[in-house]
């Protein structure tokens, strides 16, 4: 059965695919005083990824990476009122399948990887509001947050009309 499998399988457009991920992660740190208060939490991760293609040409991308997330708030709260001010930095790590430096032409549009993306970071900041009221015991929360992202993996899109082909390549691009 083994030996009839080289057979069976064609290679050029036969897909397998293993993805390992590992992640490790601490965080927290909070203080309070008298109605004021500052927390800070930061993530730790370090990631263990690999991954092995066995398409058509064998490709292989080992990445260990680490990032950290740090996120920090200020705040003043008493019975009715509360008041925050905080930000922060978060990472997110391209697909595996993104980094693997291979071109798939087995349709007519073309398939490439990029082996040089980055990592995306988000980069917030935010205020809010919320007060608590008595007479009816409702609440009211204001928040107003802006998010800035950097490095955002997109699909890039590029029409051949000479071939009529149409290529397809995950890019890193800035904004929102």
Known sequence: VHDSREWLVDHQNSYYTTVLKRTHTS??????????????????????RRIEDEGGA?????????TFDPEVSLGWENKVHTVELGGGISHELPEMIYLLDVTDSTDVDMQKGNPDLKSTRRQKAYLSYK??????????????????????????QLYDSRTGITTFRPMNVNGN
């Open 27 to 48: 965080t927290a740190f909070n203080l309070a005083l008298s109605g004021f208060y500052l927390s800070a939490h930061g993530t730790m991760v370090a990631h263990v």
């Open 58 to 66: 064998h490709a292989e991308e080992k990445k260990d990476d680490f």
């Open 131 to 156: 007060a608590r009221m008595k007479r009816n015991a409702g609440q009211l929360n204001l928040r107003a947050e802006f998010n800035r992202w950097l490095d955002k993996v997109a699909m890039a």
